[in-house]
């Protein structure tokens, strides 16, 4: 397994078995209101490629798209582990906040950049977006 990591009470483990050299960053209001922070940091591997074992829970959400959003966190600690939506098609959003190897691997996007908070500069060599 390429990648794997656990939410801040360990209940929930997560893998990853694919490859990935470059995550994107998420500044829609959904992913700072679920991350507690300014933007969310996430991988789309195939939903075939990820393990998430553990007691977690789904919270269904609309997007702005309209689309129906799942967000899978851990049922004991509400650390955000991953999302799901039809617009990944047979991939799934993975936050690699849970994973540590992620702390090195740079980012090729940033989302939404439109809600970015404010001071926040651009993160280096990632395609400034205004939506998905
Ligand atoms: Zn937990
Ligand atoms: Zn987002």
Redesign the pocket.
């Known amino acids: 397994m390429p990648y794997s990591g656990s939410c801040l009470c360990g209940e929930t483990k997560i893998e990853v078995s694919s490859t990935h050299n470059a995550q994107i960053a998420?500044?829609?209001t959904?992913?700072r209101q679920t991350s507690g922070s300014s933007?969310?940091t996430n991988i789309l591997p195939l939903q075939s490629d990820v393990q998430i074992t553990g007691a977690v829970k789904e919270y269904n959400s609309k997007a702005a798209s309209g689309n129906t959003v799942t967000r899978i966190f851990c049922s004991n600690c509400g650390c955000a582990m991953a999302h799901k939506s039809k617009v990944f098609g047979d991939k799934m959003a993975v936050q690699t906040g849970t994973l540590p190897d992620f702390a090195t691997i740079p980012f090729e996007a940033e989302?939404?950049c439109k809600s970015k908070f404010t001071g926040l500069g651009p993160f280096p060599n990632a395609a400034q977006k205004d939506t998905m």
Do not use: G
């Open positions: 998420c500044h829609c959904d992913c933007n969310s989302l939404f």
